[in-house]
């Protein structure tokens, strides 16, 4: 796969993805968003780069961003249609900046596993399990 294995190649690409939706993406679908690449997948030929992302509105729209609502959905759309639309200029930048011989071809899918954590985090709230009172007279005798 060239001078890079695939877990160097995919961090190098996540770093190049962040700078570049930091200062050169200007596309309307990205304002106003930050946007976190929380990580890379690299096909075992190279070919091929997963980048998941996080979508984090401003604060006036922490709303929009609620668990698998149709409106968190449609912003989550926008913004890989975004990304998308911006990938040959992504693919070039990763050419320019790490020597392998195919610049991979780019794939972003939405990271939902900080609303998968926030969903867990509701249910073992709703549990109210109350953590155990360890009482002295049931703890073991030191001697």
Known sequence: MGKYRTGRLGEEIRRIVSNMLLTEIKDPRLAGKMISVTGVDVTSDGSYVTCYVTVLGSSKDKTVHEEGTDEAKLENQKVIDGL?????????????QVKVRHTPE???????SMEYGRRISKVIDEL????????????????
Request: glycine share 6%.
């Open 84 to 96: 998308k639309s911006a990938s040959g200029l992504i693919r070039k930048e990763i050419g320019r």
């Open 128 to 143: 109210d399990i109350k953590p155990d009172s360890i009482n002295d007279e049931d703890m073991p005798e030191k001697n």
């Open 106 to 112: 780019l794939i972003f899918k939405i990271d939902s």
